[in-house]
Nanobody
Framework: QVQLVESGGGLVQAGGSLRLSCAVS????????MGWFRQAPGKQRELVAS???????NYGDSVKGRFTFSADYAKNTVYLQMSSLKPEDTAVYYC????????????WGQGTQVTVSS
């Protein structure tokens, strides 16, 4: 049974930084199977970061150059380092897992709230 537990959310001022963590238990751990999403109030859930079939990291257009997706294989944990945060980054952030690059996102964490004040 795969379980994902996010942490690291909170309140930060615009221009600040936060690092989100997602601890993964169960199943095979690989950053290629993981992704970060976010959902702001009244908006659809959107992809923030993932890995493409060629192994490159994909980032949403609104976060490119500001967010970095990484993993610590010793800890079975993926991270989302967020810098130069903007009020529009305010959302609940979720990590998700899929069995392969072309599979649906089948496993989701509980989400962690990120609030960026202006």
């Amino acid at each position: 049974q795969v379980q994902l537990v996010e942490s690291g959310g909170g309140l930060v001022q615009a221009g600040g930084s936060l690092r989100l963590s997602c601890a993964v238990s169960g199943g095979i751990f690989s950053i290629n199977r993981m992704g970060w999403f976010r959902q702001a109030p009244g908006k659809q859930r959107e992809l923030v970061a993932s890995t493409s079939s060629n192994g490159n990291r994909n980032y949403g257009d609104s976060v490119k150059g500001r967010f970095t997706f990484s993993a610590d294989y010793a800890k079975n944990t993926v991270y989302l380092q967020m810098s130069s945060l903007k009020p529009e980054d305010t959302a609940v952030y979720y990590c998700a897992r899929r069995d392969s690059i072309n599979s649906p996102w089948d496993y989701w964490g509980q989400g962690t709230q990120v609030t960026v004040s202006s």
